[in-house]
């Protein structure tokens, strides 16, 4: 089992910056994928960024340029750098991640972009 939870989210003027973290605990070893999704209301759950094993860390082209992915191994902890925020990226942030069997998810943090 894993368990992930997430912080860092709040309200934020457009053009604004925000870290979200993801700190994982439990069975972390067997994870072989990691990545961040967001929902706003009324749509259904986006990939946002991640990282799979032995992979590159990539972002979806959405937020490509203004968000960053990175993963702290010894701190079993994922963030989501959030640069340049614009209202539409308001949305409620989860992080996930998978192993051989199933999926992970947090509870997820709201973020709101807004003046």
């Known amino acids: 089992q894993v368990q992930l939870v997430e912080s860092g989210g709040g309200l934020v003027q457009p053009g604004g910056s925000l870290r979200l973290s993801c700190a994982a605990s439990?069975?972390?070893?067997?994870?072989?994928?990691w990545g961040w999704y967001r929902q706003a209301p009324g749509k259904q759950r986006e990939w946002v960024g991640g990282?799979?094993?032995?992979?590159?860390?990539r972002c979806a082209p959405s937020v490509m340029g203004r968000f960053t992915v990175s993963r702290d191994n010894a701190k079993s902890t994922l963030y989501l750098q959030m640069n340049s925020l614009k209202p539409e990226d308001t949305a409620v942030y989860y992080c996930g991640a998978k192993d051989e069997l199933r999926d992970y998810w947090g509870q997820g943090t709201q973020v709101t972009v807004s003046s």
């Open positions: 439990g069975s972390t070893f067997s994870i072989n994928a």
């Open positions: 990282i799979s094993s032995g992979g590159p860390i």
